[in-house]
């Protein structure tokens, strides 16, 4: 029932998506922006400084993510459909699971464009640990997009919803944000310094592990006005 | 958990910060009844609604489903209930049948034939491939309110059903409303309208800030009653 449910949620976000592509291309479109506007910003004489892509990238992510998290949900907010959703007979925390994957859905699909961009721009070696690299994103988007999920859902009836969001998400993420930087900048150390970003790997799994808990643990009753 | 023959609020109360919404609000409704949640906009009534939904906690004050609480059988007593609020729970950019499909799933019912049955009941098999978006009031009401009883609730809800519809819609979802209520569902409909409502309920609750001013049977007298009740502010 949970599982079926989180893939109901999720085909669901699909097939509206597919209708307009209304989500996917402001987020694409975001990111690539994010990512060309810091690349004419530092890159001179195609030298770039030295570990900047790594913050670029996680910046790059984390806004794209905010922009995909606000989005996803003022579909849900629109006829006020969470509601309908939350009145059905399923385990609520579901309902939330189904929405994280939308959205890491999302950010996966982004990421798979602008992590060669920024390689490119940046002349960043990402691709040597491809591995490595391939967990902290993973681990590091699982992390941030499990909060957003949790608050964009609890601003849906906020009127002020686009201002809290990033308001409450960066403080609380910021965590696995210095983790995403910190590893993905080991993995660009020449050579790459594979125990400092494994540290940072464990410590994105940990911080998934609380987040994720902590979000399903809390979805139905934040959800109950 | 059987299903509930009745619905009995106890002294229900639910604050949004300083504001009052429901103030102590005791009230029980059976099988076979159309309740008509009456009152001035603001007066309570999405609030109740939204108690009687699971979809507000009370601040204070008890709900019970036939003895079941919604802290102890939530998803059961959520099985049980169908609403169609004001704002009316579908997706503008699926078709009447993604809509319908969609949530017949989530209720864990057969897709395919429950959505034929419900769109031929909202009178739109010709436009069932339509995205929702092009469709009028109306028609988004009818669908709405098909999609909140495709799985035959016990509990059925209604905030402001009336809404856009032209008098034959009217006539005929009042209809529905009767068969629901004579087939033993409990029909608790919330409006400021009494002249849609006339007719239709067979006892009404007039809500006025928060509180239940008055708890009386439907007939002939009740728009007069509901009229002096306003006018003594």
Not at chain 1, 25 to 32: D, E, I, P
Not at chain 1, 139 to 147: F, H, K, N
Request: glycine share 8%; aromatic share 8%; charged share 20%.
């Amino acid at each position: 029932m949970f599982v079926r449910t989180a893939l109901l949620v999720l085909k669901k976000d699909f097939a509206i998506e597919l209708r307009s592509y209304e989500v996917l291309s402001t987020t694409l479109f975001f990111a690539v922006s994010c990512v060309a506007i810091f690349s004419f910003a530092f890159v001179r004489e195609g030298q770039a400084p030295k570990d900047a892509a790594a913050g670029i990238l996680w910046i790059a992510i984390a806004f794209a993510g905010t922009l995909a998290l606000g989005r996803t949900f003022e579909r849900e907010r629109y006829g006020e459909t969470l509601k309908a959703l939350l009145l059905a007979p399923a385990p609520r925390p579901a309902i939330y699971v189904g929405k994280l994957l939308g959205i890491l859905a999302l950010l996966f699909t982004t990421e798979a464009l602008i992590v060669p961009m920024v390689a490119f721009f940046f002349h960043a070696r990402f691709f040597d640990q491809s591995l490595y690299l391939l967990a902290l994103l993973s681990l590091g988007t699982i992390g941030y997009a499990a909060v957003g999920t949790l608050f964009a859902a609890m601003l849906v009836r906020a009127r002020t919803r686009d201002v809290l969001l990033p308001i409450l998400l960066y403080p609380v993420t910021i965590p696995v944000i210095i983790a995403g930087v910190r590893g993905t900048a080991a993995l660009l150390e020449s050579p790459a310094d594979l125990p400092i970003a494994s540290l940072w790997i464990a410590m994105l799994a940990f911080f998934d592990v609380v987040f994720v808990t902590l979000s399903l643990w809390m979805f139905e009753p934040l959800m109950t006005e | 958990m059987t299903d509930f023959e009745r619905v009995e609020l106890v002294d229900v109360s639910r604050h949004f910060g300083r504001r009052r919404a429901v103030f102590r609000v005791s009230l029980a409704v059976q099988r076979g009844e159309i309740l008509g949640l009456l009152g001035p906009n603001g007066a309570g009534k999405s609030t109740l609604i939204g108690l009687l939904a699971t979809l507000v906690a009370p601040s204070s004050g008890s709900i019970s489903y036939g003895g079941s609480t919604p802290s102890t059988a939530g998803a059961t007593i959520r099985r049980r209930i169908g609403v169609l609020a004001h704002e009316l729970h579908l997706y503008p950019e699926l078709t009447a049948r993604q809509n319908l499909e969609f949530f017949a799933r989530l209720y864990g019912l057969p897709a395919t034939s429950t959505a034929d049955a419900a769109l031929a009941g909202a009178d739109l098999t010709d436009r069932a491939d339509d995205q929702v978006l092009g469709f009028s009031r109306g028609m988004r009401q009818r669908l709405a309110l098909e999609r909140s009883l495709l799985h035959h609730p016990r509990l059925v809800l209604l905030d402001e059903p009336f809404t856009g519809l032209d008098d034959r819609a009217v006539g005929l979802v009042a209809d529905r409303l009767r068969r629901l209520a004579h087939d033993g569902a409990i029909v608790v409909l919330a409006t400021h309208d009494l002249d849609l409502a006339d007719g239709l309920i067979t006892r009404m609750a007039v809500v006025r800030g928060g509180r239940l001013v008055a708890d009386a049977p439907a007939g002939q007298g009740t728009r007069q009653q509901y009229r002096s009740l306003m006018e003594r502010g």
